[in-house]
């Protein structure tokens, strides 16, 4: 059964392309400024960030400038930040679709983590620029950084796939997510480096996905950056996990979204 759900998403893999080329031309529909929000976003959190506390809270960041050392986490959390509202979001916006054609339900919030790398793609240029300017020559450890990429990935998706089938039964959870990623922001090392948090948090810090993909990031492309592959290792388990249980709890839901929504 389980390959067999495989393979018709496979059948229904150009839908999926076509769900995520529909949430790249809404997004910026009518938008002034079209995809230079994806450079925009967290360029402007960087300057805003190392305004606040690269200069005033004055953060040691082991050597790293401090707007590049921001640049390079927010563009994880930024990626992940903008998929899951819309991705959790994704079933009850497209309910009339849901209700009267069958497909796979999981291409809705999955054509969101999609749609989303191309953003995630444009604000990589800034980061080859900031790092041409402060002469950063990342070593081998870049090799590291596709196998993050895709952790990011599956973490956002699950979480997605999750929140978006809770999101169908219980429409409060729209109103939770921003919430959660607020909070999230500060729970996460994106702001300051994780040698920073007390050592008596650093093993519930270890459960937090995040923690090891943004030092992880960090590590790759900064030669000479120390980085716990302990935290890697976690992070690549949790995100997994959490990817189980979101793909586990919408296939056990999705038969029912049609009656609910």
Known sequence: MRFEWLSELWRYRELLYFFAWREVKVRYKQAALGASWAIL???LGTVV?????????????HGIPYPIFVYCALMPWTYFAAVLPQAGNSLISNS???????????LLPASGAVAGLLDFAISAIVLVVLMAY????????????PVLIVALVIVTLGLSLLLGALNVRYRDVKYVIPFLLQLGLFCTPVIYPATLVPARLQPLMVLNPFLGIIEGFRASLFPGQ????????MSLTV???LFAVG????????????DII
């Open 49 to 61: 960030f190392t305004l606040f506390f690269g200069r005033l809270a004055g953060i040691d960041t």
């Open 239 to 241: 995100s997994l996990l």
């Open 134 to 145: 402060y002469q950063v020559r990342p070593g081998w450890s870049l090799l590291l950084l």
């Open 96 to 106: 009339n679709l849901i209700t009267k054609v069958y497909f796979p339900r999981v």
């Open 226 to 233: 120390s980085f716990s592959s302990w935290s890697i290792a």
């Open 41 to 43: 976003q967290p360029l």
């Open 247 to 258: 793909v586990s709890y919408f296939r056990r839901t999705e038969r029912t979204f049609a």
